[in-house]
């Protein structure tokens, strides 16, 4: 049986010395076991002595089977959002800090991937959050791998909003903002919000307020196929951004509503073999474990 990965695309953080080794590592690895190597432009100038092909970033998923993201989990927030549309999975080595997403190490690279490119691996789904500012069919949609967060931005007051869920009234509230979140952002700003962890194949938005002013107002988690509407109260859209990811902004016009709902693109992420969930999270938030006895 062929392997299942023959054209393998790299993307790795830019003007990272740490993530060149990292890249020259994984292109020699890769090319002796007779894999054809596409890189990202930028990435490619990280081997600027390689006898290698490059690409911009979105037609990778034209020529590969699996793309590699060398980074943080910052990088490869920004690859899902470029290549969900293209249903191309996604490999995260880490050289960031925790790396939720980003879950191979680089000491443990090289054994994973000759067992990944053997066939032993798994596969999860995980959804992106689309966000725009009104409801027209026309208006310019951002993805959210993590979350979408409405907050304060040029004033020292807070922010007045009400939301809504499926056109239902949820509140009214006065707080730095709201962080509406994925599963998979529920390890991110949202837990520092006071959120609850969710498991990331979970179909759930969590809603997180920042620093309400009305101490009864708590996270609340609801389906993932419902349609999350913001408005904010006059004379407040200048003082308020709307961010995905920590990485976009979404111009916010007064008199209209932030949406946000699912994505109708799925990120299709690579473990390998074995790869547990609630291990990752005692390893990257310092859960201790049962003593053990004698």
């Known amino acids: 049986m062929s392997a299942p990965f023959q054209r393998i695309g790299l993307i790795g953080k830019h003007g990272d010395p740490t993530v060149k080794r990292t890249i020259r590592r994984l292109y020699e690895f890769l090319v002796a076991r007779k894999i054809d190597v596409l890189l990202e432009n930028g990435t490619c100038r990280l081997l600027d002595d390689a006898p290698v092909s490059s690409v911009p970033e979105i037609d990778l998923p034209c020529n590969s089977d699996l793309v590699i993201v060398v980074g943080g989990d910052g990088t490869l927030l920004h690859a899902a959002r ?23 190490t680089p000491n443990e690279m090289l054994p994973r991937l000759e067992e990944i490119l053997a066939g032993e691996y798994e596969e999860e789904q995980r959804f992106l959050l689309s966000a725009s500012i009104g409801d027209e069919p026309g208006n310019d949609h951002f993805r959210a791998f993590n979350d979408v967060v409405l907050h304060k931005w040029n004033t020292p007051r807070m922010i007045e909003f009400e939301t809504y869920i499926d056109g239902k009234l949820v509140n009214d509230q006065r707080s730095d903002g709201l962080i509406v979140s994925t599963p998979t952002g529920s390890t991110a700003y949202a837990l520092s919000g006071g959120g609850p962890l969710l498991y990331p194949t979970l179909d759930a938005l969590l809603l997180v307020p920042i620093c309400p002013h009305t101490l009864s107002n708590r996270p609340i988690v609801v389906d993932g196929n419902s349609r999350i509407e913001i408005h904010l109260a006059p004379g407040h859209a200048e003082h308020v951004q709307v961010t995905c990811d920590g990485q976009t902004h979404l111009p916010v016009i007064e008199g209209e509503a932030v949406q946000i709902r699912k994505d109708k693109h799925h990120v299709r992420l690579i473990h390998p073999r074995g790869h547990d969930h609630f291990s990752l999270l005692r390893a990257k938030l310092g859960w201790s474990e049962h003593p053990t006895h004698d």
């Open 82 to 104: 470029e290549l969900a549309d293209q249903d191309i999975p996604l490999l995260g080595i880490n050289r960031g800090r925790l790396g939720f997403l980003a879950d191979v």
